[in-house]
């Protein structure tokens, strides 16, 4: 084995990977992974996921904006709120794959088990929905649909305002979720590709 003063040209050693991603970088992995919308992904790493998840509410800011549009826009082309509500409450079940709600959905069915870990996490894992997620799916967007309802029959104003923050807020939980100390549930998937990697 040679070492580099036996070699007159020595091979330089990788370069070791950038430990910041750019804001690009970041909002393209945010975009890419929460939604739907064109973006593509040029950094699948650990600091581009760090970015990337600091970037997550601007994500929910996109979102938020794009399903006030059309809620606004039935209200005051003469639509009730309920119509404008359940329409609002659609659009990012749409544009996230609804990705949030698969993920409430396993998570009651893991913990509705009642299971050890172990199992919970396989239940978690399976592609199939069980009663449990079911009620909970149900239960929810009920919710969401009644209260931004009644937003909406206070004020258009109000009810737009009130979709982009729980928007926002959504992916803000998400950033928090990511913090350095909080561990995935299991070594594999996304959770994996983003736990811990904002500093706090």
Do not use: N
């Not at 809620?71 to 609002?88: D, F, H, M």
């Amino acid at each position: 084995m040679t070492d580099s003063f036996d070699d007159p040209h020595p091979t330089p050693p990788p370069a070791p990977p950038a430990d910041r991603a750019s804001l690009l970088d970041g909002v393209r992995f945010a975009f890419g992974t929460l939604t739907v919308l064109p973006a593509r992904i040029t950094r699948w790493d650990r600091p581009a996921a760090r970015t990337g998840m600091a970037c997550a509410p601007l994500a929910g800011l996109v979102v938020g904006l794009l399903a006030a549009v059309p809620g606004v826009l039935l209200l005051l082309s003469g639509g009730g709120p309920l119509l404008a509500a359940a329409v609002t409450v659609a659009v990012p079940a749409a544009l996230t794959r609804a990705l949030h709600l698969d993920g409430l959905a396993d998570t009651a069915d893991a913990l509705g088990s009642a299971k050890p870990a172990d199992a919970a996490l396989r239940i978690m894992k399976q592609s199939d929905i069980g009663p449990f997620g079911v009620v909970a799916l149900a239960l929810v967007l009920l919710i969401q649909v009644a209260a931004l309802a009644d937003v909406y029959a206070d004020s258009w104003v109000r009810g737009g305002f009130a979709t982009v923050l729980a928007a926002v807020a959504a992916r803000l939980a998400m950033t928090l979720a990511s913090r350095d100390g909080v561990p995935p549930a299991r070594p594999e998937g996304l959770g994996a590709a983003v736990a811990g990697v904002v500093p706090r």
